[in-house]
């Protein structure tokens, strides 16, 4: 059985740090990609982020790049969102998703985890 997840969202002030988990089971870390979207309240749910399987090639929107670093522990099975200098526009549920080919396209995404809220305040 398949299972994504996450852990690790709360509440920041804005330039704040957060670090996401994302534990999956029934598979490994080699045999997909893992995507973060986030979804805002009233907004449409999009990719944030990614890290493939076979090379850990890693993707970033242009809102995270620079400021969001993904990493994954093949040991652990997880895979990490570190995300610093948060903004408020950085408010949103965060999803993690078994996202092939890192496609960030929610229809091609196999499973979801249960999302984490991240909070920044300013």
């Known amino acids: 059985e398949v299972q994504v997840v996450e852990s690790g969202g709360g509440e920041v002030q804005a330039g704040g740090t957060l670090r996401l988990s994302c534990a999956v089971s029934g598979f490994t870390l080699d045999d997909y990609a893992i995507g973060w979207f986030r979804q805002a309240p009233g907004k449409e749910r999009l990719g944030v982020s990614c890290i493939n399987s076979s090379h850990g090639s890693t993707y970033y929107d242009d809102s995270a790049a620079g400021r969001f670093t993904i990493s994954r522990d093949n040991a652990q099975n997880t895979v990490f969102l570190q995300m610093n200098d948060l903004k408020p526009e950085d408010t949103a549920v965060y999803y993690c998703?078994?996202?092939?080919?890192?496609?960030?396209?929610?229809?091609?995404?196999?499973?979801w985890g249960q999302g984490t809220q991240v909070t920044v305040s300013s």
């Open positions: 998703a078994v996202d092939p080919h890192c496609a960030g396209y929610v229809p091609r995404v196999l499973y």
